[in-house]
């Protein structure tokens, strides 16, 4: 695969960051002035403080000249995606007040609010931040959300590698005060840099990092968080209770471009094995490394997993060691790890319960029958049970007592809420972006599109006899794979307008990338392109084998060749009744 060569001119967005006085740059003063939105330099700077600033892309179709009408999601940091009742609710309350009535669970294990006013924007994060969340570095070239496996199940291990994703959260936060400035204290910014002995971002420096950087902790045996996919993926090891440390994984990344052949998406390599007491050390020299050496002229290329696949892993690692002063360990042994969705009733091991729920798409709103968002702000308001937020935008409700279960299992039917037991295996392993209206890099549809896409397939699934078979199948508008697509056994990608690239083969454990079957697929043809595929499995496959594992191990130029011949066959028995039919007549 080719890659681009690294220039010396840094790109319009480093610039931004270095003349910003440590993200500040004018914000202040266009917070306040009449405008309904920011200049290029403060859209940038935005997102440093969790913040995008968007216009609905629906309001200006066929309306030439029409002025954009913006406003602004707004994403909050929750390491690991643990929430009290109170935070919970908070959420729920500036969500009806300030944003569009909805909650976006993220596969960050984040809350995303849309729609949000220009003016609402200073009230909305000050109340968060009462309420002990913040939204600095949720965005940016920074590290992101550190995302954990959120079972609350009473184990050692569990607790403990919850503990580290939440020190490696604190320990990477921006250290700049101009997020408190701009949104919590209200006070005059200064312009004036800081005096040069002044250490501000001891880790980020004056120009943060080149691309924006994922880390996600695993459980071992358990890739709910999709580990292969992250800048830095940790998987734990363990003896009994006992942590033991963790695999360090580096230089996964999803984003691509259709049209340009050196973006891609990788998994990340397994480099070596670190203690618990080592991890923040070598989590923190790992960022400083893409750091120093990320591409800063290309923000196409500037994520670290370029870096990777320039260097090799063998020289990355080596950097690292040079830089920590000691070798990493090799890689320990580990379980096969398995994307669980934790979705259902199950026992936490401490006399209570967790209640794992298939929120569709991660969007929590109130539409028809289904009243989602009020059934679970009357369950929370009732029972007080924590939430945890899945990397699958799903929804755990933790701590409830075993007395109690009835009586949330009967307020959510209530609402018009199912269980997961209600739906089908692949409605509950589906996951999408936002894409449009409001995401600016969307092609096409993908929340919006993907249930009747679901809708389709589970009636084919039916059928064909397949509906207790489950696969991963996710959309995305775009090709920057928010929903992580490329690793699903089956995914839809954006190309243009109303049309999809088709990936089939990945592993559902997250362990291998996916292939382009078919390109220009439009939307009402998705699943008619995939039956063929499907009936080919249901006829081939091995005992036990999963649909992505079937179509890798055909491959993609096979499995081509099988459906145009199969549909050359069709067609030319279609010929020969209609010849017969002829004579007869």
Request: hydrophobic share 35%; with cysteine.
């Amino acid at each position: 695969m080719a890659t681009r060569p690294k220039t010396d001119a840094p790109s319009g967005v480093e610039a931004i960051k270095a003349n910003s006085n440590y993200l500040r740059g004018t914000l202040a003063e266009q917070l306040h002035n009449d405008l309904d939105h920011f200049d290029e330099s403060g859209k940038q700077l935005l997102k440093f403080h969790g913040l995008y600033q968007q216009h609905d892309r629906n309001q200006r179709k066929g309306a030439r000249g029409t002025e954009k009408t913006h406003s602004f999601m707004l994403r909050t940091r929750i390491p690991g995606g643990l929430l009290t009742p109170e935070q919970y609710l908070v959420h729920d309350d500036l969500a009806r007040r300030y944003a569009n009535g909805t909650l976006r669970v993220t596969t960050r294990q984040c809350f995303q609010f849309h729609g949000i006013l220009k003016g609402d924007l200073q009230a909305t994060i000050r109340e968060l931040n009462e309420a002990l969340i913040t939204s600095l570095g949720a965005c940016g070239d920074v590290v992101r959300n550190v995302a954990c496996c959120p079972a609350p199940y009473q184990d050692p291990v569990r607790e403990q590698i919850q503990r580290v994703a939440r020190i490696i959260s604190d320990h990477l936060l921006p250290r700049t005060r101009a997020y408190h400035e701009l949104w919590i204290d209200g006070e005059k910014v200064e312009l004036a840099a800081p005096a040069e002995e002044e250490v501000v971002e001891p880790i980020y420096g004056k120009t943060y990092l080149p691309r924006k950087f994922k880390i996600a902790i695993a459980y071992p045996g358990d890739n709910c968080v999709d580990v292969y996919t992250q800048d830095i993926g940790l998987v734990a090891v363990a003896e009994g209770e006992t942590l033991l440390g963790f695999n360090v994984i580096v230089g996964g990344g999803m984003g691509m471009n259709h049209t340009k052949v050196d973006t891609f998406p990788r998994l990340g390599d397994l480099i070596g094995f670190v203690t618990p007491e080592q991890v923040l050390q070598v989590v923190e020299t790992i960022v400083t490394v893409q750091r120093d050496h990320g591409n800063r002229s290309d923000r196409k290329h500037a994520r670290m997993k370029y870096l990777l696949h320039e260097w090799g892993a063998d020289r990355f690692r080596t950097e690292v060691e040079r830089r920590l002063g000691w070798k990493l360990q090799p890689p320990a042994p580990t379980p096969p790890l398995e994307n669980k969705l934790h979705h259902g009733w199950h026992a936490q091991g401490d006399g209570r319960w967790f209640l794992g729920l298939s929120i569709e798409n991660g969007r929590i709103k109130d539409e028809g029958a289904l009243r989602l968002r009020s059934g679970l702000r009357a369950v929370i308001e009732r029972f007080r049970p924590g939430v945890r937020l899945t990397p699958n935008q799903d929804l755990l409700l933790t701590d409830i007592t075993q007395e109690d279960m009835l009586a949330v299992e009967n307020t959510l039917r209530e609402h018009g809420i199912p269980l997961p037991s209600d739906l089908s295996l692949v409605q509950r392993h589906s996951l999408a972006c936002v894409a449009l209206p409001t995401c600016g890099l969307a092609l096409t549809e993908a929340e919006r599109a993907l249930p009747a896409v679901i809708d389709a397939l589970e009636v084919e699934l039916a059928q064909l006899g397949l509906a207790d078979e489950p696969f991963t199948v996710r959309m995305t508008g775009c090709p920057n794979g928010c929903a992580r697509p490329y690793v699903a056994d089956l995914a839809f990608v954006g190309r243009s307008a109303d049309a999809y690239v088709i990936f089939v083969g990945g592993a559902s454990n997250g362990t291998r990338l996916n292939q382009p079957y078919k390109d220009l697929v439009k939307r009402d043809r998705l699943v008619e392109e995939v039956r063929p595929l499907l009936q080919l499995y249901r006829d081939r496959r091995l005992p036990g084998e999963r649909f992505g594992d079937f179509c890798h191990r055909l491959g993609v130029e096979t499995l081509q060749s099988i459906i145009a011949q199969l549909s050359e066959k069709e067609t030319s028995d279609y010929v020969a009744i209609d010849a017969a039919v002829a004579l007869k007549r």
